[in-house]
């Protein structure tokens, strides 16, 4: 997966190039954890990557958390887009 596509979508959004937004940093995070889950697919006693893996998954759940206080419409679009989690329904 590229971070290309996602970046423009992000910036067009935000009308500003800034790469240190909650979203783009999600954003970054998520394709990170993507090419570390399919490396980890291939490479199943890599445990460094593992701990790696679990490091990012915490910086990124803390980062959710965050926008989900502050902004909780961005939150949800952000999952939405990036197809993260379910979206509960109530």
């Not at 937004?21 to 399919?38: A, D, G, H, P, Y």
């Given at each position: 997966?590229?971070?290309?596509?996602?970046?423009?979508?992000?910036?067009?959004?935000?009308?500003?190039?800034?790469?240190?937004?909650?979203?783009?940093?999600?954003?970054?995070?998520?394709?990170?954890?993507?090419?570390?889950?399919?490396?980890?697919e291939l490479h199943k006693k890599d445990y460094l990557s593992e701990i790696g893996l679990k490091k990012m998954l915490g910086k990124r759940q803390r980062l959710l958390?965050?926008?989900?206080?502050?902004?909780?419409?961005?939150?949800?679009?952000?999952?939405?887009?990036?197809?993260?989690?379910?979206?509960?329904?109530?």
């Amino acid at each position: 997966m590229r971070k290309k596509p996602f970046i423009s979508v992000v910036l067009q959004e935000e009308k500003e190039q800034n790469k240190g937004s909650v979203e783009f940093q999600v954003l970054n995070f998520t394709n990170r954890i993507r090419k570390l889950t399919s490396h980890l697919e291939l490479h199943k006693k890599d445990y460094l990557s593992e701990i790696g893996l679990k490091k990012m998954l915490g910086k990124r759940q803390r980062l959710l958390s965050y926008l989900s206080k502050k902004n909780r419409a961005r939150y949800k679009e952000l999952i939405g887009e990036l197809d993260i989690r379910e979206l509960k329904t109530r």
